[in-house]
């Protein structure tokens, strides 16, 4: 199984970043791929979630309206557009696959500026 995170980066306050989680080795179509963000000295946190059995999505109250999860089942990849970037959005941000059993990416660090 592999989970691998890409897209972050430093962005200014206010612009955009599209994160990139790219998954093999599993059944993509069973899974709910999350996205999770940690910053330092705070727990980690749902942002968002997609559900590739039927499509329900999840968003945090402190993202809906910026961000959005998004699913290219041929490619086995989910992303996350996040608009309207805030200094409080960055952090290290981590996908899971999730079905029967968990599957976590290494992470890829968002840092926004002021």
């Known amino acids: 199984v592999r989970i691998v995170e890409s897209g972050g980066g430093v962005v200014q306050a206010g612009g955009s970043l599209r994160l990139s989680c790219a998954t093999s080795?599993?059944?993509?179509?069973?899974?709910?791929i999350g996205w999770f963000r940690q910053a330092p000295g705070k727990e980690r946190e749902a942002v968002s979630c997609l559900s590739n059995r039927d499509g329900i999505r999840y968003y945090a109250d402190s993202v809906k309206g910026r961000f959005t999860t998004s699913s290219d089942n041929a490619k086995n990849t989910v992303y996350l557009q996040m608009n309207s970037l805030k200094p409080e959005d960055t952090a290290v941000y981590y996908c899971?696959?999730?079905?029967?059993?968990?599957?976590w990416g290494h992470g890829t660090q968002v840092t926004v500026s002021s």
């Open positions: 899971k696959a999730s079905w029967i059993t968990d599957y």
């Open positions: 080795g599993f059944t993509f179509g069973d899974y709910t």
